[in-house]
């Protein structure tokens, strides 16, 4: 069974640019999440989608940070403009569904350093 | 205070050692506890996932909830360099988001 897929693994811009992630889930997956881990921290839920549609994106800082989840399978991540405290490795993570604890699968991640 | 506190380390022990891992939080709701290890510049992967208190064995490792005390470990026997990795508790209310420590890194020396 493929993983979680990420692209790209690896991005350096320079504040005010802007930047987009790829994610493609599991097949069969319903639910997709993207997470922000700082370094020397664990992951932050950025966003949840249950297959189109946002269950939670309260901390999103929606001023400058966009997802979407076309077709309820791949989804895309984007910040604009890009600060210096977005450095950080974002994760893409998917589940079979949206219960009461069902298993998180994570992608590698992208890491995103901001100059 | 953050909802969830764990150690971040880094804490370093011989091959063979039994590592003890901790995580404590202040949110009496969560009910979903879970360890995730993470590999340098990969992704974290599930280990273990218990519900409610009590423990719960696979292998070399032992997942112990303490809701009374509100606190959770994470025991590894007989510890390889290979198990060198970051360590994050994580927790759910259940229907909740994943609540995350900030991990504890783990240096297992031969």
């Known amino acids: 069974e493929a993983g979680v897929a990420q692209s790209p693994r690896y991005k350096i811009i320079e504040k005010r640019q802007s930047v987009a992630f790829w994610c493609n889930p599991i097949?069969?997956?319903?639910?997709l999440y993207w997470y922000q881990q700082i370094l020397g921290q664990g992951p932050k839920l950025l966003i949840q989608?249950?297959?189109?549609?946002?269950?939670?994106d309260s901390q999103l800082p929606k001023d400058r940070f966009s997802a979407e989840r076309l077709k309820g399978v791949d989804s895309t991540l984007k910040i604009q403009p890009a600060k210096l405290e977005d450095s950080a490795v974002y994760l893409c993570?998917?589940?079979?569904?949206?219960?009461?604890?069902?298993?998180?699968?994570f992608g590698p991640g992208t890491r995103l350093t901001v100059l | 205070q953050k909802e969830v506190e764990q150690d971040p380390g880094p804490l370093s022990v011989p091959e063979g050692a039994i590592v003890s891992l901790n995580c404590t939080y202040s949110?009496?709701?969560?009910?979903?506890f879970m360890w995730y290890r993470q590999y340098s510049r990969k992704g974290p992967e599930l280990l273990m996932y218990?519900?409610?208190?009590g423990n719960k064995e696979d292998g070399r490792f032992t997942a112990q909830v303490d809701k009374s005390s509100k606190y959770i470990s994470l025991f590894i026997r007989d510890s390889q360099p290979s198990d060198s990795a970051t360590y994050l508790c994580?927790?759910?209310?259940?229907?909740?988001?994943?609540?995350f420590g900030t991990g504890t890194r783990l240096l297992v020396s031969p």
């Open positions: 949110n009496s709701a969560f009910q979903y």
């Open positions: 218990t519900y409610s208190s």
């Open positions: 097949s069969g997956h319903a639910t």
């Open positions: 989608f249950q297959n189109n549609g946002v269950v939670d």
């Open positions: 993570a998917s589940s079979l569904a949206s219960g009461p604890y069902n298993e998180q699968f």
């Open positions: 994580a927790m759910s209310a259940g229907f909740q988001k994943l609540v």
